[in-house]
């Protein structure tokens, strides 16, 4: 399982457009150093994927299930 969510990890957590992976970047950041202003790199995450998935069809909607998933409501993530 865990080769399986490296694979996933390598495809849908690279390649992303600019602002996406900036925001990604951001939140993975937030979450490793305690950042206090979380919820906001939450927002801006969850704002981004939204964008490039409605607006940009820069992702497809399962790349944005598994971003959301992953770091928006991670008790969702296996």
């Known amino acids: 399982m865990k080769e399986k969510s490296a694979s996933l990890?390598?495809?849908?957590e690279h390649g992303l457009p600019e602002y996406l992976q900036h925001d990604l970047d951001a939140y993975k950041e937030g979450l490793?150093?305690?950042?206090?202003?979380?919820?906001?790199?939450?927002?801006e995450l969850y704002g981004s994927i939204n964008v490039a998935?409605?607006?940009?069809?820069?992702?497809?909607p399962d790349?944005?299930?598994y971003l959301r998933s992953k770091y928006l409501?991670?008790?969702r993530w296996p």
């Open 32 to 43: 490793k150093n305690g950042s206090p202003l979380l919820d906001c790199l939450w927002g």
């Open 63 to 65: 790349h944005a299930d």
């Open 9 to 12: 990890e390598q495809i849908y």
């Open 53 to 60: 998935q409605i607006n940009d069809g820069a992702i497809t």
């Open 73 to 75: 409501f991670p008790k």
